[in-house]
């Protein structure tokens, strides 16, 4: 792929400053990028790296420096116009059709342009939206339902009656709608309590690479409109996930767990079971939230606190190993204080 | 599936008041149960909710409030009785039989009614119990032994030589039998340590989704009895993992650990190599256990220490940036309490 | 496989006292080996175990006292000696060549002797390198590049466009080059920023179990030389692991971390991002690694703190709780003393 400075500007908006008919066949960042490749600025803090690299082109806003001999792009935002520069060079899916090596149930309903990789599976009663692909070694258990213009990766499983909306992607080695986690202790054995629900995956949502949504033990475990979550995640059954949540790497719920739109969980965080996390909450990395989490509350630590108080007490724990020498010293002085008094006490009280 | 409520009273006990020729098509929470559907009550608590719902009949217990004109099945444990009549509409596994497919080698021994899903490859020397099933994509390798009634789900990983007992589940996507992490250094490079031995599980073991058992380094990494492991759980070489232990989600151990029948770890427990977990303890969600834990012990934290201990070390922790204040104002004190005292001395010593 | 004392004696150095010529076929711990099994003694605190032992060799140091009636292999460093002679009964991985069932693109060059399993895919313009074996059902993504002597293990996924070196293990279940995890927030949506990077392993690798490497946003994530990662490890974007690196079971980077040459990360170590880990750092098990950490640095806890800190700080946590108590008794005592000294005072100035 390769495009002139002038067709980028045309399609992400700005001003070229120098040479439009420059061209660009890659992005790359500010310290790295080489004479074929576009990168951005975020603000004359830059400068000198702009002025003495060796990009092609930079993308920088609209008040940065003049800078003659080098090729600008002028816009509102730089570092959002580069994500959109680097859209440009995402290389498009390779469509495979259905290969010679997918195993289809004959019953599957598969979209207009569908791809389904070798040593894919797809089940009985499978139905397939439009444009969507499935990537080899891949399983579609029975009776799954899958939006349009979704990308299940390779080795990724949907388990039997998980439901997808549209542009949804599951990245490799995912695992949708295993079976909740519920045993009932029988004296001698643990029982296990039938996991009898499913999964609703919302439009636009992205589940990382071995990351696991455990099917409802009645009803639905629900992951909301947008909301994307990285790898290696655990979603138990039953949660309520919200819209425009973001959970990073290694996050983990336990059952029932409610969390509202637009929260973000930094990476690692568990979630005890039953809890709610409130619309915009914001939990730091590593944090294990044992209490509901309110609304726009931002929290951290193990167990979960606020986060003020979280460094208040980090701060003055610090502090303690110290503070413990000063109070041993403090009482040894309070028993001298009081034997001195104790002696001023008898002669005030008995004059020699 | 439709059952009677009187043919449900059959099966799992009980006294019915009411209509026992109501339909039953279904089982749902009580908040959410429809004119179809089952559902329960812990205890009167829920009266109102019981009185008012929608559900076509209600478990309850013995000494529940009549309510003339609601389908209540009478039984000592409402709960239990619940996940009994759930296990009626768990849908029967589909069983696909050897699927076109499946690669199975020639020398597998594979016995009654054992079902091979497409995609999965059944190596040499394999040996499956009746009715078995291998679901598509998963592996079974050379030499595996695997009993009667497993389920081994899509994509799981069963590498060389490990033995599984009878209605064994593999969740999708598990790995079983991986190397120990082991290795020497050298002065310029990790030699391996061969990781010689495998993995043992014994009867009606489950291990969740994406979750990985390393084999011994020499001899057995053994999972007992009724042991259940949830999702994205590792037990690393040499584990001894006791009967009808329970593991919650993402949980870890470290090589050689031994855990006790019966013991609980609760979600993301993290156990530190050569560690001795005792029977029955409970170790709670998020611990880092870096100490033997005795038999019956209850512990939490990181590191882990008895959880009253922990309790009370937290709230100590919350109280300790005032109790800093105050220890500085003490020091003010003792200072300005010396001087005056001092002061006194001098005038008791030399009165004027 | 079997051999003679005096043959292992000739492949790992060092001087038979006892019969050479006894028969060894497998090695063993010193308290489980048995008359046709070699083990070894660290030290001489083992002695009473090596005399009762049944062990056809024990390999024991040069000073070990004599055992007229028993076989000892002596040699400079038992353990190590031990280690090799595991190596000894390793078996030979079986080679498969090309699977019938495999499916192999036609424009993907295979090397010499390479294995494809069964239901493994390898896409268009992959190469692999001499003796690399592909397990069954792993898959190897279009472009992608594999040195000799790697091992692929079961259901591993290799994405679009990576690299590895020579005698690189990518165990099962691993996914290596999927997307990092970079949105922006637009005002009502997360929008994707593009992943266009790719993932680099180099010479002598392994990758654990169900691992994610992910691949850079731009430019490489590096695994370097000799580097050995262990189960469930999540490593991020654009991530630069230098050689000889150890990560255990469930650790975690977010994006863009350095860890440098030779440094230790215990087991479910997490690194925020944009952190720097300086060369044989270590970091303790557990630790949340939330600032950069100097080269040979020992650090331990959450957040992450000097190990030596942080033992001294758990210390003084434990005394928290007692401390509170004398710090509210000194703060009665100093009112009390307080007053006593007025009474004093007043007295003085105004003797009655």
């Not at 008919?21 to 576009?38: F, H, K, Q, Y």
């Not at 202790?185 to 949504?213: A, F, R, Y």
Request: charged share 20%; glycine share 14%; proline share 4%.
């Amino acid at each position: 792929m390769k495009f002139l400075l002038e067709e980028i500007c045309s399609r992400v908006g700005g001003r070229v400053d120098g040479d439009g008919g420059v061209g660009i066949s890659g992005v790359n960042a500010l310290e790295t990028a080489g004479p074929d490749e576009i990168t951005f600025a975020e603000s004359d803090r830059y400068l000198d790296q702009v002025r003495n690299g060796t990009a092609a082109a930079v993308i920088v806003g609209e008040d940065f420096p003049d800078l003659p001999g080098r090729n600008l792009l002028r816009v509102t935002n730089p570092r959002l116009a580069f994500v959109q520069v680097m859209g440009l060079f995402v290389p498009l899916q390779e469509s495979t059709g259905i290969h010679a090596d997918a195993s289809i149930a004959e019953d599957a309903e598969l979209g207009e342009g569908v791809s389904v990789g070798a040593c894919a599976v797809v089940a009985g009663r499978v139905c397939i939206g439009a444009r969507t692909i499935i990537e080899p070694g891949a399983y579609v258990g029975p009776g799954v339902v899958i939006g349009e213009d979704c990308l299940i990766e390779a080795n990724a499983v949907l388990m039997q009656g998980v439901r997808l909306g549209n542009r949804v992607i599951i990245h490799a080695g995912a695992t949708i709608g295993g079976e909740g986690f519920g045993f009932v202790w029988m004296g001698d054995h643990h029982h296990k309590v039938p996991q009898l629900g499913t999964v609703h995956i919302e439009d636009d949502v992205e589940i990382g690479c071995n990351s696991c949504v455990d099917r409802a033990t009645m009803g639905v475990t629900r992951i909301g409109r947008g909301t994307k979550i990285d790898n290696q995640v655990h979603l138990a059954h039953n949660n309520d996930i919200g819209e425009d949540v973001i959970i990073a790497g290694q996050g983990g719920t336990s059952g029932s767990v409610t969390i509202g739109n637009r929260a973000v969980l930094g990476g690692r965080v568990a979630v005890a079971d039953h809890l709610k996390i409130g619309e915009g909450a914001q939990i730091g990395g590593g944090t294990g939230v044992t209490c509901n989490i309110k609304p726009g509350e931002t929290v951290w630590g193990f167990p979960s606190r606020p986060m003020k108080r979280v460094l208040r007490e980090q701060a003055s724990l610090a502090r303690l190993p110290d503070a413990l020498k000063v109070l041993k010293k403090q009482s040894k002085e309070l028993e001298e204080l009081k034997a001195r008094l104790a002696l001023l006490e008898g002669a005030a009280k008995d004059p020699a």
